[in-house]
């Protein structure tokens, strides 16, 4: 049983930043593998960004150098920074554990002129 609640999408040009954030309400938020996946259009959801208990991060080679995932375990929160945005980045993001079952509503990020 566990609640998350994505926040931070929006409209933004090519080029541009967002930053989104995610609220986790799970017990033992620090032992969790979290990540960022996001679903395009007509296409499979699929992980963008991973970070481990240790804070060990792992990306998708596509957003390599433009993403940053991160954590605060105090907070319970999980963190994109999506820098250098590209038309392809659109899509709806979701943050949830790795291998997690239940989605939240996920946010809205769109790059577009």
């Known amino acids: 049983q566990v609640q998350l609640v994505e926040s931070g999408g929006g409209l933004v040009q090519p080029g541009g930043s967002l930053r989104l954030s995610c609220a986790a309400s799970i017990s033992l938020f620090s032992f969790a593998h979290m990540g960022w996946y996001r679903q395009a259009p007509g296409k499979q959801r699929e992980l963008v960004a991973a970070?481990?208990?240790?804070?060990?991060?792992n990306y998708k080679d596509s957003v390599k150098g433009r993403f940053t995932i991160s954590r605060d375990n105090a907070k319970k929160m999980v963190y994109l920074q999506m820098n250098s945005l590209k038309p392809e980045d659109t899509a709806v993001y979701y943050c949830n554990v790795v291998s997690g079952r239940s989605w939240g509503q996920g946010t809205q990020v769109t790059v577009s002129t």
């Open positions: 970070i481990d208990s240790d804070s060990r991060t």
